[in-house]
């Protein structure tokens, strides 16, 4: 950041006022707290983490310094303000996608034109942003989404809201801008797929394939030294002796195999 544009002192000081009161307002709520989802200490907790916030970042603009706090990401929804017994319903669905093999969805493209009796003359699947206006309007979102390798694109993250409404909406009511107006305290339930997931949940079995691995060791050491004596070779010498055995008393009187006789 250059001079011109750095924060003065006052705007970090003035900052920094800004946290105290957040802090002191936060600890009122939390004191005056009605319930485990109080909307006043949800509320009180977002203000104290936009101040902090801009305290850091003017902090770190001015004087090239870091605080000690880091705020938390909003992993989880506000309080569930909407009606109790919903009359409609919206479905917010957002899947992302990388184009991973732009020939591959050229391909699938053609041969929707292929298909199409009615195409018209000039061809869309020559360009990926034309073969992915073939394609998603061909085929249903849930199968492109199910189906996606085909058409040469990589799965991203997605997401999907349910949203409480107390009416349903007028046709072409919202049709212009679909994700403007999404109240977070409407959603009744919203799911979530991520890469970020998946790794945790690999470090996870990884974590656990360790402890398995120690604990083989361990049933193996305790199996060679059954009597704990700390001798975990008594086995191996009771096999060699009762081999021992068996071949002495195969040999004749030349140390030579002695021939089975046969029953008569």
Request: negative net charge.
């Amino acid at each position: 950041m250059s001079d011109a544009a750095q924060p003065t002192a006052a705007e970090v000081r003035a900052a920094a006022e800004a946290v105290k009161t957040a802090l002191d307002r936060h600890l009122a709520a939390v004191e005056r707290r009605s319930g485990e989802e109080d909307p006043a200490v949800y509320d009180a907790f977002n203000e104290l983490a936009a101040a902090a916030e801009a305290y850091d970042e003017l902090l770190y603009d001015r004087y090239d310094e870091v605080t000690p706090f880091e705020i938390p990401g909003e992993d989880t929804l506000p309080p569930y303000t909407g009606p109790e017994e919903p009359s409609a319903l919206s479905v917010l669905i957002r899947r992302d996608y990388a184009v991973a093999e732009p020939q591959r969805l050229m391909a699938q493209a053609r041969r929707v034109e292929a298909a199409d009796e009615e195409a018209p003359d000039v061809e869309a699947s020559g360009t990926v942003h034309g073969a992915l206006g073939l394609l998603f309007g061909e085929f249903e979102p849930d199968e492109i989404a199910s189906r996606h390798k085909e058409f040469g694109l990589e799965e991203g993250d997605s997401t999907l809201w349910v949203t409480a409404a107390d009416e349903s909406a007028d046709p072409g009511e919202w049709l212009e801008a679909p994700f403007e107006e999404v109240d977070p305290e409407r959603v009744v339930c919203r799911f979530d797929v991520s890469t970020v997931f998946d790794e945790e949940f690999d470090d996870d079995i990884e974590d656990d394939e360790d402890i398995d691995d120690i604990g083989d060791i361990e049933d193996d050491e305790g199996r060679d030294d059954e009597d704990g004596d700390g001798d975990p070779t008594e086995l191996d010498g009771d096999l060699d002796t009762d081999l021992d055995g068996d071949l002495d008393t195969d040999l004749d009187e030349d140390d030579e195999p002695a021939r089975p006789e046969a029953d008569r």
